[in-house]
């Protein structure tokens, strides 16, 4: 532990450099950390953000990995310097905080819970597979359901993509769960029959999406499906998506099973490929001079 920490050790980056590090981190090499207070969290956080205030860090520091680098922010960088001095003094070397805070941050943010309403942290790899593949099922019968809702045949067919881009993360984490499910039945000497994808699809529960969002409050949202374009259906995409990159990014981090957790921080990446497919379809639709 270092007796003290300058203000001058403490790498300081701008949203756009901490953007660009966020983005390009595949593997999570990186953890975000927000030091502000639930509320302010809740009320919206960067994606991927792992909630700790800043009076607790003191006795949580260890729910952080110190082989990984941080990025701390707070609401104006204050607070967060705070936090990045202290991990400093802690022996955390790669350390980073938000210049400006959240209120520099030019980007989505996600509003929600401080936790999943599944997820507590302190879950078994095997049960956090258990919630990922429900909330994939969950998000799988959503944009389906809203595809046959629509009238619009271009909204309709935003939730199709949707609908094939959730069916495969699915398949993935089937893939694992089946992996992890061999090995601890080989263990207890009963390595019988594994249950098929169709099978486990039938037994999981569709009531939320990442999240903990609730399917069905979520449909009643959409409103008037007569009058719903192509824009909203991506506008809502788009959204969902950002919930599921948050999901990932920050349940990876529970994870201790290092094939799982890699898994997870893939599928966040995938997450962020599609939200950047929306991102790029809603500019289009904008730039060809469409109703807005």
Request: charged residues 30%.
């Amino acid at each position: 532990m270092k007796l003290n920490c300058s203000i001058d050790e403490i790498k300081r980056l701008t949203s756009q450099e901490a953007k660009k590090i966020l983005d390009s981190d595949a593997l999570g090499a990186f953890q975000l950390l927000d030091v502000r207070q639930p509320r302010e969290y809740e009320a919206g956080h960067i994606p991927g953000a792992k909630l700790i205030p800043l009076g607790e860090l003191e006795y949580r520091y260890g729910e952080l990995d110190k082989d990984r680098g941080i990025i701390s922010y707070c609401r104006s960088g204050h607070r967060s310097m705070a936090a990045s001095i202290h991990l400093c003094g802690l022996g955390f070397e790669n350390v980073y905080n938000l210049n400006g805070g959240i209120r520099k941050w030019d980007y989505e943010v996600v509003k929600g819970t401080t936790e999943d309403k599944l997820i507590s942290g302190g879950e078994e790899t095997f049960d956090v597979l258990i919630v990922a593949l429900m909330f994939e099922r969950g998000a799988l019968d959503f944009y389906t359901r809203a595809q046959r809702l629509v009238k619009d045949e271009k909204a309709a067919q935003v939730f199709k993509r949707l609908v094939a881009m959730e069916d495969t993360h699915l398949q993935r984490l089937y893939m694992r769960y089946n992996q992890l499910l061999w090995e601890m039945k080989s263990l207890l000497g009963a390595a019988d029959e594994l249950p098929s994808l169709d099978q486990l699809r039938a037994e999981l529960s569709t009531i939320y999406m990442e999240g903990g969002i609730r399917i069905n409050e979520e449909l009643v949202k959409i409103g008037d499906p007569e009058f719903m374009d192509d824009l909203e259906a991506l506008e809502i995409g788009l959204e969902k998506e950002y919930a599921a990159y948050d999901f990932y990014k920050r349940v990876a981090d529970t994870v201790d099973d290092h094939k799982t957790r890699n898994l997870l921080h893939e599928l966040a990446g995938e997450e962020k490929g599609h939200i950047n497919l929306l991102l790029r379809e809603i500019e289009g639709r904008d730039s060809t001079g469409a109703d807005l």
